[in-house]
């Protein structure tokens, strides 16, 4: 069964940074996409970023130049360096294979 589980979120004053992980067991991690997803309160999901097994990665446009997608195949683990934070970026982080979604890690944008 594949479990992805997310972690590295919390509370940081705009202009921070975070970075989150997503480890991932039960799976084929290389070769699989692994995307990063976001919901707000009251919102429904939103796409924030993919890397593919190649390593080509995609991105939102409201994230675009202050988040990066990586992944470390020998670790299992997607993550997701994100830096200038915003207020709006406030939201529960989800790691998704397309199939299977993680439970969520909360990050908090707020002065």
Partial sequence: QVH?????????????SLRL???????????ATMEWY???P???????????????????????GRFTISRDNAKNTVYLQMNKLKP???????????TYWGRGTQVTVSP
Avoid at 4 to 16: I, Y
Avoid at 21 to 31: D, E, I, K, R, Y
Avoid at 88 to 98: G, I, K, L, Q
């Fill in 4 to 16: 992805l589980v997310e972690s590295g979120g919390g509370l940081v004053q705009p202009g921070g």
């Fill in 21 to 31: 992980s997503c480890t991932a067991s039960g799976m084929v991690f290389s070769t």
């Fill in 38 to 40: 976001r919901q707000a």
């Fill in 42 to 64: 009251g919102k429904g999901h939103e796409f924030v970023a993919l890397i593919r097994a190649g390593e080509d990665t995609k991105y939102a446009d409201s994230v675009k």
């Fill in 88 to 98: 709006e970026d406030t939201a529960v982080y989800y790691c998704h294979d397309r």
